[in-house]
């Protein structure tokens, strides 16, 4: 056991920082650096709490400090404002949250930061925080892990208490 979690270890923390030296970004290395499914049917290594995700994450944040290679986020807009200006390239909040909503089955990654802009763009607006809480809830249920459930429910949940709570 501690011999295949030492190996998957090793695996996850030479695959990032190969990637890192390469000069890929972040997100680059977050989306290709993956361990084989194989491995992680084993009891001992399924992502019930943690997952590869978060620990190349932390990979490179040991070896890579909090910039993530995107020059955009070096002093990055608001992301109210980002948000706004997306939600108006769209054709509004509602339609950016609307196509997030039917990309959730698709790709529920690509989903959430529409919804999120949506209600960044408009944090008053009942119907997106509906669609926020139905998306987040969605990922919540095809997640494994426990940190990964928990934040996408608490984030479903902010959207509820928004809506109970009478947001305009």
């Given at each position: 056991?501690?011999?295949?979690?030492?190996?998957?270890?090793?695996?996850?923390?030479?695959?990032?920082?190969?990637?890192?030296?390469?000069?890929?970004?972040?997100?680059?290395?977050?989306?290709?650096?993956?361990?084989?499914?194989?491995?992680?049917?084993?009891?001992?290594?399924?992502?019930?709490?943690?997952?590869?995700?978060?620990?190349?994450?932390?990979?490179?944040?040991?070896?890579?400090?909090?910039?993530?290679?995107?020059?955009?986020?070096?002093?990055?807009?608001?992301?109210?404002?980002?948000?706004?200006?997306?939600?108006?390239?769209?054709?509004?909040?509602?339609?950016?949250a609307e196509?997030?909503?039917?990309?959730?089955?698709?790709?529920?990654?690509l989903a959430?930061?529409?919804?999120?802009?949506?209600?960044?763009?408009?944090?008053?607006?009942?119907?997106?925080?509906?669609?926020?809480?139905?998306?987040?809830?969605?990922?919540?249920?095809?997640?494994?892990?426990?940190?990964?459930?928990?934040i996408f429910?608490?984030?479903?949940?902010?959207?509820?208490?928004?809506?109970?709570?009478?947001?305009?």
């Open positions: 056991v501690l011999i295949d979690v030492a190996e998957a270890l090793e695996f996850l923390v030479e695959r990032t920082v190969s990637a890192m030296n390469e000069g890929a970004r972040l997100n680059e290395i977050v989306h290709e650096v993956k361990v084989d499914p194989a491995v992680l049917e084993k009891p001992y290594l399924q992502p019930i709490y943690d997952e590869p995700e978060f620990i190349v994450r932390n990979i490179w944040r040991l070896y890579g400090g909090w910039y993530d290679g995107n020059p955009a986020h070096l002093k990055p807009a608001e992301e109210s404002l980002l948000a706004r200006e997306l939600a108006a390239l769209a054709g509004g909040a509602v339609k950016l196509r997030g909503q039917a990309l959730a089955s698709e790709d529920v990654r959430c930061h529409l919804v999120e802009m949506a209600v960044q763009a408009e944090p008053d607006n009942k119907a997106l925080h509906a669609i926020r809480a139905e998306v987040y809830q969605y990922r919540r249920g095809v997640e494994s892990s426990l940190m990964a459930k928990g429910g608490a984030a479903a949940n902010e959207s509820l208490s928004q809506l109970e709570d009478g947001a305009g």
